[in-house]
């Protein structure tokens, strides 16, 4: 059943996701792809719920080729993404995460546009899978890719990359837990491939609920913003905050708090306020002021 040659193989890499990757994998299968030949690979990140017997499923009620393997030596979605690689031959990839969906028409576009790009991220919704607050909290500009210092970056979940240059950019770092996607992308602009944007590929995050879970995601993307300050920024020229810019955005935040009245301003506000507390954790602990 599986083709001889399939131009794209989309990696979805799971751990404990039961009650969700269904989901996900229903958004998969819906997907048609005229002029390609495409299959799954699902990467099991050592569940210990009852997500193999859903995978099971998948398996056989899948309408295209798909494949389970398993990535039990540790927990990550790097790891878990560079052992789905390693187990697939097709020249194209493309990544879903176990707790989102993919829209219509997301694996024809992607895969198209990996003929002409090397690298390209999906239009990223926050809204469809979210409530308004969360949403609010994370919405990007629908039109373009996000930049970081004028480079446009991906999110791992919703990236299409061809095996060349996951290969040569040395795949996923198994290093960062959180980040490893912008690393990818900047590790991919020293290389002199620019990330492309894929309008067409509606690719939908879900994320906790919640001011203490907003303030959690911030603080994890704030620290790792300063281990990627320390790998990418200082090449760059990036600078760190200056001292006065740095006491007027933190005297911003007190003055902001009496102002919290909705939960979707607390939840904008939490998250915000968790980005820069995660930095100034970060600075502290890597030795380096970027708070």
Not at 32 to 44: C, I
Not at 84 to 98: K, N, R
Request: hydrophobic residues 40%.
């Amino acid at each position: 059943m599986t083709p001889s040659n399939p131009e794209l193989t989309i990696v979805v890499v799971t751990h404990n996701r039961a009650d969700l990757v269904d989901e996900a994998l229903a958004s998969i299968a819906e997907q048609t792809w005229d002029d390609g030949a495409w299959d799954v690979l699902v990467v099991d990140n050592d569940s210990t719920d009852d997500t193999p017997t859903v995978l099971d499923r998948w398996v056989d009620s899948m309408p295209v080729p798909m494949t389970v393997v398993e990535a039990t030596e540790k927990h990550g979605p790097s790891y878990a993404r560079n052992t789905g690689v390693a187990s697939c031959t097709a020249p194209h990839l493309a990544f879903v995460d176990d707790d989102d969906v993919v829209g219509l028409g997301w694996v024809a576009a992607i895969g198209t546009a990996l003929r002409a790009e090397s690298l390209v991220g999906s239009r990223y919704d926050y809204r469809r899978l979210n409530s308004e607050d969360v949403a609010a909290a994370n919405d990007v500009n629908l039109e373009r890719l996000p930049e970081i210092g004028g480079t446009p970056v991906v999110s791992g979940a919703g990236m299409g990359c061809r095996r060349t240059l996951w290969d040569d950019v040395g795949g996923s770092n198994d290093e960062l837990r959180y980040g490893e996607d912008i690393d990818f992308s900047l590790r991919a602009a020293d290389r002199g491939v620019r990330a492309a944007f894929c309008p067409d590929a509606a690719y939908h995050f879900r994320l906790r609920a919640g001011t203490k879970d907003a303030f959690a995601r911030g603080r994890h993307h704030g620290r790792a913003s300063v281990d990627l300050y320390l790998r990418h920024g200082r090449a760059r020229g990036e600078e760190a905050d200056r001292l006065g810019l740095l006491a007027r955005v933190w005297a911003g935040y007190v003055l902001r708090m009496p102002g919290m009245v909705t939960r979707r301003r607390r939840t904008v506000y939490a998250e915000q306020l968790g980005r820069r507390v995660g930095r100034l954790q970060g600075s502290v602990s890597e030795r380096v002021w970027y708070p």
